[in-house]
Nanobody, 119 residues
Framework: QVQLVESGGGSVQPGGSLTLSCVAS????????LGWYRQVPGITRKLVAD???????RYVDFVKGRFTISRNGARDTVTLVMNNLKSEDTATYYC?????????????WGQGSQVTVSS
């Protein structure tokens, strides 16, 4: 099993920056991808960015050039640096681990971190 604990987030004015961090514990080797989703009320959670087991990174178009995701050497922490934040980035951000064990897939979620961008 994998457990995820998030930190960071908060409130910032448009154009500002925030950082989210997520620490994974448990069966780290089973994590196929570690990253961030976000959700606004009434809308399904959507991928923001993640790091795959081979180290490759994926970003959705609406954050490319503004957000940077990284994973540490121990592969148990993922950090999302969010620059040039816009009001539409306001959401609850969730750390997500995609887990693969012997061909069986599951997932784990963090507790959620609020990001509010407002003037």
């Amino acid at each position: 099993q994998v457990q995820l604990v998030e930190s960071g987030g908060g409130s910032v004015q448009p154009g500002g920056s925030l950082t989210l961090s997520c620490v994974a514990s448990g069966n780290i080797a089973s994590i196929a991808a570690l990253g961030w989703y976000r959700q606004v009320p009434g809308i399904t959670r959507k991928l923001v960015a993640d790091v795959l087991r081979d180290g490759s990174k994926r970003y959705v178009d609406f954050v490319k050039g503004r957000f940077t995701i990284s994973r540490n050497g121990a592969r148990d922490t993922v950090t999302l640096v969010m620059n040039n934040l816009k009001s539409e980035d306001t959401a609850t951000y969730y750390c997500r681990a995609d887990i693969e064990v012997d061909g069986h897939y599951s997932g784990a979620w963090g507790q959620g971190s609020q990001v509010t961008v407002s003037s």
